[in-house]
């Protein structure tokens, strides 16, 4: 990707200075000529796509598409995406929803190849939602290429956000949602202190610890509770705070990752 964003400070710090500067850095970024041909490209040629398979032979398309969900990693694996899309979402036994991370199956519902006779990309706003997912997401991963911790913060604020709001989900599925999801999974894992080796507990006893934790640190083990932007921001500045003081204890010694944790703290109090 040709554009920089400006971050000219780590840490909880530069998440500040980020989401004080997103909205005018990615119109910058939207603007770009490639960002721009891919937005005329799509506009023009999705609604022509009748099926999944159509949409995987076009790359361009598929770019989009695949960037829209975070998948942009999946590019080059055809055969994979177009079973995903073609199983739909409605039958419980689909290869989207047996995935445990769920992005693919907001992707294939996204599209509805497999749920509809007529697929979602017919609809009259179907580019506009499609582009506007995209273009976020285009701008996370321009961030994530000079700063990953940032990007996962990111990710974090708009993932954990949807999570929140799902009022027809259980606490628990919203949790096992987050298991299910390596982004989240790293950002609650290190707000948490959570060592190396709690992935290799069994998965119902990470909920519990999950659960256990969030409750001792942020007063809640209820998902929906990180809709509240002050519970949201605790969470994202001590992942923040966390993983660059692990970084610095890594490459400086201890001394010098508490002296960063503690000029952190103030830092956070003085906003």
Known sequence: ??????????????????????A?????????????????????????????AELVADRRLLKVALGAFGLENDINSKAFIQKVLEGGTLQSDSLANKLADKQ???????F??????????????????ILSAYKTRNFE???GEQNSDLRLAMNAEREVGELAAKTTTS?????????????MRRVFEKALGLPNAFSTL???????VMKEKSQAQFGTDQIADFGDS?????????????????AYRSQYGASAALTLMSNAVTFSRRR
Do not use: H
Request: hydrophobic residues 40%; charged residues 30%.
């Open 112 to 129: 509805g190849f497999g749920d509809f006779a007529t697929p979602r990309s017919k609809l009259s706003d179907f580019p506009d939602k």
């Open 141 to 143: 991963v321009a961030v």
């Open 24 to 52: 005018t850095q990615q119109a910058v970024l939207n603007a770009q000529p490639d960002v721009k041909r891919d937005d005329v490209y799509f506009r023009e040629n999705i609604g022509k796509i009748d099926t999944a």
């Open 202 to 208: 069994d998965i119902d006893r990470q909920l519990e």
């Open 104 to 110: 693919y199956q907001k992707f294939s519902a996204a």
């Open 230 to 246: 002050a519970k949201m921001e605790k969470l994202l500045r001590r992942f923040l705070v966390r993983s660059e003081t692990e």
């Open 1 to 22: 990707m040709s554009y920089a964003p400006a971050l000219p400070l780590t840490g909880y710090a530069g998440w500040v200075f980020l989401k004080r500067t997103a």
């Open 171 to 183: 606490n628990d599925a919203r949790w096992y949602s987050v298991l299910g999801s390596t982004p």
